[in-house]
């Protein structure tokens, strides 16, 4: 014998399964912008931070009063945020690329320390520049790049790499780009000289590193 299906069985099936969406979609939703919020702070503070250590060291002019290593970490783990808001959010969201500029410019801030730390300290910290791209043609070469560069800063505390995003239309990021001759997406700048277009493995970046 056939059973029939109850109408108001099926009404309720659905307005349960659009409940339990809305409730997974607004979950995830509040995490990501939770993890924007934190971002927005994370950065106010690192800028002040940044400043008046630039500050103390103009003030003091000693190259003990420098802790290079110090803001690495937290601009590596606020890079990782921003690449979930990304997931989330969208890489051409408003809230998103305004993020990515803000914190590009706090990376050109950190790298210049670094570059006058090395000048005027007679130290010899690797700096790396990364000009990735989030567009469709340059999307696999890019992540393939950045995780071989991760994987080796997991390894080596000492290098510096900085990630930039190569549409990020913004003054600073177009004064880089003309200040290396980037002309194209995925490119690398070690040290300040050697180019570098493409990278298979961590001895390719050893290699350049030498």
């Not at 990501?32 to 940044?50: D, G």
């Not at 990304?86 to 950190?110: A, C, P, T, W």
């Not at 002309?183 to 277009?197: D, L, S, Y």
């Amino acid at each position: 014998m056939e059973r029939t299906l109850n109408p108001l069985r099926l009404l309720l099936a659905f307005i349960i399964a659009v409940i339990l969406f809305a409730g997974v979609f607004f979950l995830g939703y509040t995490i990501s912008y939770s993890k924007y919020r934190s971002v927005s702070l994370s950065q106010e503070n690192i800028r002040y931070e940044l400043l008046g250590l630039e500050l103390e060291g103009q003030l003091l002019e000693g190259c003990d009063v420098f802790d290079p290593y110090y803001f690495s970490t937290e601009l590596d783990q606020m890079g990782s945020v921003i690449g979930v808001l990304e997931e989330r959010f969208g890489k051409n969201d408003d809230k998103v690329i305004k993020q990515k500029e803000v914190y590009s410019m706090l990376e050109i801030q950190h790298l210049l320390l670094i570059d006058k730390y090395n000048k005027n300290c007679n130290k010899t910290i690797p700096i790396v520049l990364f000009f990735y791209s989030n567009e469709e043609n340059f999307i696999v070469q890019a992540e393939k790049m950045g995780f071989i560069l991760s994987t080796y800063k997991a390894n080596n505390k000492n290098i510096m790499i900085y990630s930039f995003d190569y549409s990020l239309n913004t003054n600073l990021i177009n004064l880089l780009k003309k200040k290396y001759d980037i002309t194209q997406a995925n490119t690398i700048i070690i040290n300040g000289q050697t180019k570098v277009w493409n990278l298979n493995n961590i001895d390719d970046l050893k290699k350049y590193l030498k």
